[in-house]
């Protein structure tokens, strides 16, 4: 079995080969303000929805819908409400960002990976919820120790980006994790010492009939499949549906691949203070 399962890692980190550097571009904004509301834009665009474009049951879902944003530059533009509103710091100096200075900074093009992280397993039905219709995009710079937040919200039947605003990473429900995961996937020493002893892998069966397999890794042979572990450690894009974040001790980082299939979850306990890497699933 673990033949195997160094053999998926293995193509696990060819595909993250193609998307880590994407993902790993810092987005950097020095903008003019705007004068025009978002609610002015909304009433005297609607008519671009017209054009050929991806059917509407592609906003049913924001998942179905994100795809089409990340993957077409020239529909990310039909849905960007701007001038786009911005903010930064505590106390929010607002200002717009206009459609030129968009295309210079866009930060979501060419895209292949992003996390969800959540508590709860019964938080993934947010992904396929249709009633959900706001929706915050974070693109988490750990070494900066900051994170942007794109505001999605569904206007007449429509998902928008309607705006977005930086935040100090600790200052957020999952900062004291992020603090903690910036230095796992950065300092081996310390990530050695926050494995669970042994980790246990769980090998997901592709068929509904069949069980899915458990086996566990030592310290020594997880850091020989290291390299080949998606664990970014520059740029996280994560995206919050709006779940459950109450608990201190506990994470799991889910890790989806936009249009690859690739999915691999890395949960998380807090024991004793200190984070632990408990469990790989895929």
Same mark, same amino acid.
């Given at each position: 079995?673990?033949?195997?399962?160094?053999?998926?890692?293995?193509?696990?980190?060819?595909?993250?080969?193609?998307?880590?550097?994407?993902?790993?571009?810092?987005?950097?904004?020095?903008?003019?303000?705007?004068?025009?509301?978002?609610?002015?834009?909304?009433?005297?665009?609607?008519?671009?929805?017209?054009?050929?474009?991806?059917?509407?049951?592609?906003?049913?879902?924001?998942?179905?819908?994100?795809?089409?944003?990340?993957?077409?530059?020239?529909?990310?533009?039909?849905?960007?409400?701007?001038?786009?509103?911005?903010?930064?710091?505590?106390?929010?100096?607002?200002?717009?960002?206009?459609?030129?200075?968009?295309?210079?900074?866009?930060?979501?093009?060419?895209?292949?990976?992003?996390?969800?992280?959540?508590?709860?397993?019964?938080?993934?039905?947010?992904?396929?919820?249709?009633?959900?219709?706001?929706?915050?995009?974070?693109?988490?710079?750990?070494?900066? $120790?900051?994170?942007?937040? +794109?505001? =999605? /919200?569904?206007?007449?039947?429509? %998902? !928008? @980006?309607?705006?977005?605003?930086?935040?100090?990473?600790?200052?957020?429900?999952?900062?004291?994790?992020?603090?903690?995961?910036?230095?796992?996937?950065?300092?081996?020493?310390?990530?050695?010492?926050?494995?669970?002893?042994?980790?246990?892998?769980?090998?997901?069966?592709?068929?509904?009939?069949?069980?899915?397999?458990?086996?566990?890794?030592?310290?020594?042979?997880?850091?020989?499949?290291?390299?080949?572990?998606?664990?970014?450690?520059?740029?996280?894009?994560?995206?919050?549906?709006?779940?459950?974040?109450?608990?201190?001790?506990?994470?799991?980082?889910?890790?989806?691949?936009?249009?690859? $299939?690739?999915?691999?979850? +890395?949960? =998380? /306990?807090?024991?004793?203070?200190? %984070? !632990? @890497?408990?469990?790989?699933?895929?």
């Amino acid at each position: 079995m673990r033949k195997g399962f160094v053999l998926l890692m293995a193509l696990v980190g060819l595909a993250m080969s193609c998307g880590d550097r994407n993902m790993n571009n810092a987005f950097e904004s020095d903008v003019e303000d705007g004068e025009d509301s978002i609610e002015a834009f909304v009433g005297d665009t609607l008519h671009l929805f017209d054009e050929e474009m991806p059917p509407v049951a592609a906003d049913e879902l924001f998942d179905d819908f994100f795809f089409n944003f990340i993957d077409d530059a020239r529909y990310r533009l039909r849905r960007i409400a701007f001038p786009l509103q911005c903010g930064e710091g505590e106390v929010e100096e607002k200002h717009f960002l206009s459609k030129g200075e968009w295309q210079e900074l866009d930060p979501f093009g060419e895209n292949m990976f992003h996390f969800v992280i959540y508590e709860r397993e019964q938080d993934l039905e947010l992904l396929k919820d249709t009633a959900v219709g706001s929706v915050c995009v974070e693109r988490i710079f750990l070494r900066q $120790g900051r994170l942007e937040m +794109f505001e =999605f /919200n569904r206007i007449a039947g429509k %998902w !928008m @980006l309607t705006g977005m605003h930086e935040e100090n990473m600790l200052n957020t429900p999952n900062g004291d994790f992020l603090r903690f995961y910036a230095r796992f996937v950065t300092d081996s020493l310390f990530q050695r010492e926050s494995l669970a002893s042994p980790v246990k892998v769980i090998l997901t069966a592709i068929d509904e009939e069949e069980e899915a397999q458990e086996e566990f890794v030592t310290k020594d042979e997880w850091f020989e499949m290291q390299d080949n572990t998606p664990l970014f450690n520059d740029v996280l894009m994560n995206i919050d549906y709006g779940q459950t974040c109450i608990s201190q001790n506990r994470k799991t980082l889910m890790l989806e691949g936009v249009s690859n $299939g690739l999915q691999m979850k +890395f949960r =998380f /306990n807090k024991q004793e203070d200190e %984070w !632990m @890497l408990m469990e790989v699933e895929y």
